[in-house]
């Protein structure tokens, strides 16, 4: 299994940005899939999640900025970041786990599979 993220850079605050993470070896539509982060010195948290039927989850601190979508076809799952604030500096990490209940999607132990990073870089 491999999990390619990509689409981080820098970008002011207030600015957009769209990650992706394209996953192969793995039943891809059956799968949960999820976006965590982490800052420096810092644990790596759960910031949005999406399951196999498209049922979304997001951290309090993304809700109504972010959005995480699917696309079942090309193996890949995005995260559209809207409105960047220099605390969503992080490097952000995909991940996949199969059979997750919705009571488990936020939890990082939950997931066996995880891309390399990316690392976002936003600027006051």
């Known amino acids: 299994v491999q999990l390619q993220a990509s689409g981080g850079g820098l970008v002011q605050t207030g600015g957009s940005l769209r990650l992706s993470c394209v996953a192969s070896?793995?039943?891809?539509?059956?799968?949960?899939l999820a976006w965590f982060r982490q800052a420096p010195g810092k644990e790596r948290d759960f910031v949005a999640g999406i399951r196999y039927n498209s049922h979304t989850y997001y951290a309090d601190s993304v809700k109504g900025r972010f959005t995480i979508s699917r696309d079942n076809a090309k193996n890949t799952v995005y995260l559209q970041m809207n409105n960047l604030e220099p605390e969503d500096t992080a490097v952000y990490y995909c991940?996949?786990?199969?059979?997750?209940?919705?009571?488990?999607?936020?939890?990082?132990?939950?997931?066996?599979?995880w891309g390399q990073g990316t690392l976002v870089t936003v600027s006051s």
């Open positions: 070896g793995l039943t891809f539509r059956s799968v949960s």
């Open positions: 991940a996949a786990a199969s059979g997750l209940i919705a009571s488990s999607v936020r939890t990082r132990a939950q997931y066996n599979y």
